[in-house]
């Protein structure tokens, strides 16, 4: 995979304002190569590449702080900026991971220790890592940008959901989540561009997660968790939400497409049930997007876990209707 032509594909689709800054980027990505190969007549050019790259890193990173916060980076410190993004969860558990290991091996060490020096082989390794961190968080920035309209505007008030049907307050947590789950579907979605569609169950997720936020401003809502299991590994489910900030109540989301319910639905069950098994109660949903609005049909799942009862919700588009 050509990563430097993947970031160019990528860096196309944002609008001229956006590409400004990441342009930028790119030139620094493009010299980090140039000097990759002139490393090899001057080895000192390999210590170069890592400048560049950390130029890279930074302008990434300020860039995606400028975009999603909507936010002049100028004033702002790159620390301040890591903070923010990670601390808001405004990053995905993979973006953040690349960022830290980045910052762990490549930026902070040649930050810092003005003695040292890199092999080609270390130049090629921050190429890649930094290329991969680019990449992937320019998809995160393609996601915000599909997200739609939120309804806080100040000189037209919007009703939502919750406002328009007063008995939501009195179900219970798991039905609560149901019922907005059912509301999005018909409402309006995102409009995903052909280039965009492997980014589809991303922009989803976090349309989904606005519109819940915006419907029930009590509930916590994560799009970018780790949740420990029991058997201390670390899963990442699309959306954990719970009842409140003390999360002593969750439910996990997983969201597929619904064009693939008929080919990966067992293997999304089982999924599911992992992320179940985390939370408290046991339970999570299983929801097959539409591209269109669309009522809802649910198929509760009853699995017997050495005793203890784990229900997998299954949410999909009702065709029939």
């Keep these: 995979m050509d990563l430097l032509a993947e970031i160019k594909e990528k860096h196309s689709r944002l609008d001229e304002s956006e590409r400004v800054g990441l342009s930028a980027v790119i030139q620094h990505l493009e010299q980090a ?18 400048y560049r790259t950390n ?46 290991r980045y910052r762990t091996d490549w930026r902070n060490p040649s930050t810092h220790e003005h003695e040292l020096f890199f092999s080609e082989q270390e130049a090629v390794l921050a190429i890649i890592s930094v290329s991969a ?51 999005f579907s018909q409402s309006k979605k995102p409009d995903i561009k052909p280039a965009e569609v492997a980014l589809t169950e991303d922009i989803y997720t976090e349309a989904l997660a606005q519109f819940l936020r915006e419907n029930d401003p009590s509930l916590f809502i994560s799009t970018n968790c780790q949740i420990a299991t029991h058997t201390g590994a670390t899963i990442n489910p699309d959306l954990m939400i719970a009842l409140d900030s003390t999360l002593s109540t969750t ?26 098994a985390a939370s408290n109660p046991k339970e999570s949903i299983l929801f097959f997007i539409s591209d269109k609005p669309a009522k809802i049909k649910t198929q509760p799942h009853y699995i017997n876990n050495n005793g203890e009862i784990i229900t997998i919700t299954e949410i999909f588009p009702d065709q029939n209707i």
Aim: aromatic share 6%.
């Design 133 to 183: 961190f680019a990449t992937i968080l320019i998809d995160q920035i393609i996601v915000h940008k599909n997200l739609p309209s939120s309804l806080d505007n100040k000189t037209l008030r919007i009703k939502t959901w919750t406002e328009e049907h007063p008995d939501y307050s009195n179900l219970p947590f798991q039905e609560k989540i149901i019922s907005l789950i059912a509301a």
């Design 33 to 50: 190569e140039q000097l990759l190969q002139l490393g090899r007549e001057k080895p000192a050019c390999f210590t170069d590449v890592i």
């Design 251 to 276: 439910i996990t989301i997983e969201i597929k497409s619904s064009s693939v319910r008929g080919k990966l639905r067992d293997a999304a069950i089982k999924q599911a049930l992992k992320y179940a």
């Design 55 to 100: 130029h890279v890193y930074e302008g990434c990173l300020k860039e995606a702080y400028r975009i999603i916060t909507t936010k002049n980076p100028t004033n702002k410190n790159l620390i301040d900026i890591e903070k923010h993004l990670e601390s808001n969860n405004l990053l995905r558990p993979r973006v953040v991971d690349l960022m830290k």
